[in-house]
């Protein structure tokens, strides 16, 4: 006869509450120890043990069922492009190197065999997708797609002679491999939105994945101990092996960094250390971080001890000091709960109106998620030395601005000299008068038959970044600060000889953005670069030089790099290279620039085997790439 039995589940937990790391990575730590225990009603029987650890059963299960939810009720739609938006659609991967043999001109003498990589977006499943649901209506912006990395191998032989070579590769972070086993999309975008949709996408995103975004990887390229990474600074970096671009793994500089990390680090001159930094949505919202040269030590760590969270993009070094720039762009959670104000991109570079997103663009502005320009708050740089805590940091107020990249910053006498590309107001925040005033500034542009009518309305324009001065007096106190160049040059994506990075530097290259062009199309193009001379006068206005290198019509560059001469003598002995497109011929090449015949022709102009689309960052890296071109 069968004995009544009991089953008896004995838990012992041990849990840890959840925490959000200051790079939004969820942790873990629930473990379960479970023992079953069968004994008859009657009889008491020895427990026979059995341990499980059951975190791994039940994260995977309730992954699977939250997929499974998002895959029902949410909707993926296409967010179709315009024809002026053409060259913002994803390519395919090539698969494999290609070597390059149309090039007009010739590769100049003196000219540093290396890799030339310029990253930037390259949505998969065939572009950036919105969604739909019962919560709402959600979207990314465009900077949101998947990083793909486009190299250029520039190896000479024996002879003189040269071979290049061209390849391109998806950046392959852990959300980028799951979407892609998938064969379809399951992130939800959170960048703008309805506020239920942003808020239940942020907590899917995050159950599933630890975050509430894409790690993207698609801003910039930078190397430091012999080794190479691509950047997004949602995330940490990605190693990638220079000679594939195969992605190796995450650096967190041997767990020492568990935080987000800039996408402009910035060797120090003199000890080739790199500073680093990282921001979060909870305390400590801001982190600077100094990893030893060989990049094997994290030497030292500083929390700034904020009262906010300002959303920093760049920042500085001199040989003495670190320089951060607290201004009143922030990120709130509170804002978020409470439906809070824009997070997608505004200004000529950036202007949503004329985007077809299939939503309702004018019905989300405002609503999206908690970042926020507040032109009434502060703002302050701060200057703190290399090894130094919080309460040696130097603060200056200034006057509220916008400045998402820094130029050069350097010591000069007394003072802390900081050069960056200034805004009056943010490009990151709804502007006054909402879509109505982008209407408005898209038709005024688009009525100018001269020069000094277009510069008329861009002195009236608070969103157009110009190259900007910050003198800091460490003795005094003293704050001066004015504009180095006037409006005919809207400007960003700075790049100078970074041998002079975070000493006294005479020369300085930016990407002119092509205002009109922008602002009809919704999106950035730049139709030029600007050579800006420091330590030369326009005489007018008390601005410096700046020479023009301007694009043909309807060609755009993204991904400016300086490439030093070898031996080369002068600060300026060298080119910049810089990817462009035709969108008229839809060809794509890479340009050599003479850095002091910077208004004439490109000395090569190599065209490439496929189309690349605009992108961010580039940078060039001189070493001998002939151990990094496969066989082909």
Not at 108 to 136: C, Q, T, W
Not at 265 to 274: D, F, I, M, R, Y
Not at 595 to 606: D, G, L, T
Request: net charge negative; glycine share 8%.
């Amino acid at each position: 006869m069968s004995s009544t039995r009991m089953i008896m589940f004995k838990v012992n937990c041990s849990v840890q509450k959840p925490s959000i790391s200051q790079d939004l990575k969820i942790a873990f730590s629930s473990v379960f120890k479970i023992e079953l225990i069968d004994q008859p009603m009657t009889q008491r029987i020895e427990p026979l043990p059995m341990q499980i650890n059951v975190q791994e059963f039940v994260k995977n299960n309730s992954v699977k069922l939250l997929n499974a939810f998002v895959d029902s009720v949410f909707e993926f739609i296409d967010q179709p492009l315009l024809p002026s938006q053409s060259n913002f659609a994803p390519i395919k991967e090539l698969g494999d190197t290609t070597v390059v043999t149309v090039i007009e001109g010739e590769i100049p003498d003196g000219f540093p065999e290396g890799v030339y990589v310029r990253n930037g977006p390259n949505p998969l499943h065939g572009g950036l997708k919105s969604a739909k649901s019962i919560f709402g209506k959600s979207a990314p912006i465009w900077v949101e797609g998947e990083g793909m990395l486009h190299a250029m191998y520039f190896n000479q032989e024996s002879d003189g002679n040269w071979t290049v070579v061209y390849n391109n590769r998806h950046v392959e972070t852990d959300t980028y491999l799951w979407e892609k086993q998938r064969s379809k999309p399951g992130i939800i975008p959170v960048a703008l939105g309805d506020p239920p949709a942003i808020l239940i996408g942020v907590l899917l995103n995050f159950m599933r994945f630890g975050q509430p975004y894409k790690n993207t990887s698609n801003i910039n390229f930078f190397e430091h101990g012999g080794k190479f990474y691509s950047i997004a600074e949602n995330n940490r970096p990605q190693e990638i092996d220079i000679s594939t671009l195969d992605n190796k793994f995450t650096w967190d500089v041997n767990g020492a960094w568990n935080r987000c990390f800039t996408s402009h680090p910035k060797k120090v001159p003199g000890t080739g250390e790199l500073v680093i930094s990282g921001q979060g949505a909870t305390k400590p919202y801001y982190q600077l971080g100094v990893i030893s040269a060989d990049g094997k030590e994290l030497k030292h760590k500083v929390d700034l001890k904020l009262d906010r969270c300002t959303f920093t993009h760049d920042l500085g070094v001199t040989e003495r000091y670190m320089v951060f720039m607290d201004f009143p762009l922030t990120i709130d959670l509170y804002r978020l709960f409470k439906g809070g104000p824009s997070c997608t991109v505004w200004g000529p570079m950036f202007n949503p109106v004329q985007s077809s997103f299939g939503l309702n663009v004018s019905n989300l502005l405002g609503k999206q998620r908690g970042q926020d320009y507040n032109k009434e708050d502060y703002a302050r740089i701060g200057v703190i030395p290399r090894y130094g805590d919080s309460d040696s940091i130097r603060w200056f107020d200034v006057e509220p601005n916008c400045t998402l990249h820094i130029v050069n910053c350097f010591e000069e006498d007394d003072e802390v000299v900081v050069w960056g590309c200034r805004a009056r107001e943010s490009v990151l925040k709804k502007p006054e008068g909402g879509s109505n005033k982008f209407e408005r500034l898209a038709k005024r542009l688009a009525s100018m038959d001269d020069q000094a009518s277009l510069e008329k309305i861009m002195e009236d324009e608070k969103l157009f970044t110009r190259c900007y001065e910050w003198r800091l007096n460490m003795r005094t106190g003293e704050v001066k600060e004015r504009y180095l160049t006037g409006y005919k040059h809207c400007m960003d994506f700075p790049a100078i000889n970074e041998k002079f990075t975070g000493v006294k530097n005479k020369y300085g290259y930016a990407q002119v953005v092509d205002v009109i062009e922008c602002t009809m199309s919704g999106l950035p193009k730049f139709g030029g670069i600007v050579k800006l001379c420091f330590d030369e006068s326009d005489n007018k206005n008390n601005l410096i030089k700046v020479e023009h290198h301007k694009f043909d019509d309807k060609t755009y560059g993204t991904g400016i790099s300086f490439v030093p001469k070898e031996q080369g003598l002068d600060e300026d002995d060298g080119w910049i290279i810089t990817f462009i497109h035709n969108e008229d011929t839809n060809i794509s090449q890479v340009h050599v620039i003479d850095a002091k015949k910077f208004s004439e022709e490109p000395v090569a102009k190599i065209t490439l085997p496929c189309r690349v689309p605009y992108g961010f960052h580039g940078a060039f890296m001189a070493i001998k790439s002939k151990q990094y071109i496969l066989d082909i």
